[in-house]
């Protein structure tokens, strides 16, 4: 597990990271996500022990990256922004040069092999790095995070500069590892998250302003949830049985619809998932239900919501509808 309590980082007057705490726990692929200059590469960099705090603590499987940086390290596999690859070895040189400074202790020849197995990079293995594409400069950097086997690994936006098909493999390899090891991935590419995490710390302005589930965060930032329905029956008598179900916050009438049916916008309390009591209550009055969807946020609403949120403070929550 990673601990991060209280965290600190002051640049001068300028505070990056402002009194946070969050813990991570082992098997989870974690979303660090967040515009430009909130903070994420300074927390990353502090986590991995390459920058000191201005206060706080971060405790690595237990150990205190600040009293004993050498036991935490070991823990840790980091990938940064920008690899810090020489261009002018061989992969397997590079590799067994990151082996030595890490003073690993594993079967050499086999944890390399094995390594290049895993990352796709066995093909290549004597090539010097500076003839390789981007995609496969990633594949090495990610290589390297994995000497010494470390639990965690922290990625900082690993695809950016990849093309597509480049970032697909990136991604599918990211996941891959999740399966074995705890991973961190810093990112401002809201997709990539979505499709890879399973939890999401949204961090804006030195603070963090969402850490939630992935598939809980729109109920938990937004509070409530909505559906569209399109129902063939009487459009007064519909809206009004919709809104005597309990736990319906409102039922209103969006419009008609093709075949004689009207659609509807319909809200529940939070946490309620009302679409088995509009199924009954329809079908008991024999008006057929045509079309149910969810008004879903994608994580960039959620994201300008929060972020937003916070600039705009103490302003209410907002809501947003889409139609
Ligand atoms: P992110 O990675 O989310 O883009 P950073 O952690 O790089 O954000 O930066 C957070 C804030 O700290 C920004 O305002 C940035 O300008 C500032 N900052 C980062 N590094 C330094 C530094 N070495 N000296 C002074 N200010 C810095």
Same mark, same amino acid.
């Given at each position: ?73 070991? =823990? ?30 594993l079967?050499?020849e ?27 400069? =990633? ?11 470390p ?27 999740g ?7 810093s ?40 559906? =569209? ?19 319906i ?71 947003k509808?889409?139609?």
């Open positions: 597990m990673i601990e991060i309590k209280n965290l600190v980082k002051r640049y001068g007057n300028n505070c990056a990271v402002n009194d946070i705490s969050f813990s991570i726990n082992d098997g989870e692929i974690v979303g660090f996500l967040g515009p430009n200059g909130a903070g994420k590469t300074t927390t990353m960099s502090i986590l991995t022990g390459c920058l000191s705090s201005t206060s706080g603590s971060v405790t690595i499987n237990g150990v205190d990256i600040f009293d004993n940086p050498l036991e935490a390290k070991k =823990q840790i596999g980091y990938l940064p922004e920008f690899p810090p690859l020489y261009l002018e070895m061989t992969v397997k040189e590079y590799l067994n040069f990151v082996y030595d400074l890490k003073s690993c202790t079967d050499r086999k944890h390399i092999d094995e390594i290049c197995e895993r990352v796709k990079l066995l093909d290549v293995k004597n090539r010097i790095i500076r003839n390789l594409s981007k995609g496969y400069r =990633q594949r090495v950097g990610i290589a390297q995070a994995l000497i010494g086997n639990k965690f690994i922290i990625f900082d936006e690993p695809t950016v500069g990849l093309d597509p098909k480049q970032i697909i493999e990136i991604r599918t390899l990211i996941k891959e590892l399966k074995d090891h705890t991973v961190i991935l990112t401002h590419i809201l997709p990539e998250v979505q499709m890879v995490c399973d939890r999401i710390i949204i961090i804006n302005r030195g603070k963090i302003v969402a850490d939630e589930k992935t598939e809980d965060i729109e109920k938990a930032v937004i509070g409530s949830r909505q559906i =569209q329905l399109k129902i063939c029956g009487p459009a007064k008598d519909v809206q009004t049985a919709i809104k005597g179900i309990s736990g916050k409102y039922a209103e009438v969006i419009g008609e619809r093709e075949l004689q049916s009207t659609a509807f916008l319909v809200e529940s309390e939070p946490g309620l998932d009302m679409r088995r009591a509009i199924f009954n209550l329809c079908a008991s009055h024999a008006w057929p239900i045509i079309g149910m969807e969810a008004v879903g946020l994608n994580l960039e609403d959620i994201f300008i919501s929060v972020v937003d949120e916070q600039e705009a403070e103490p302003k209410k929550k907002k809501q509808v889409r139609r």
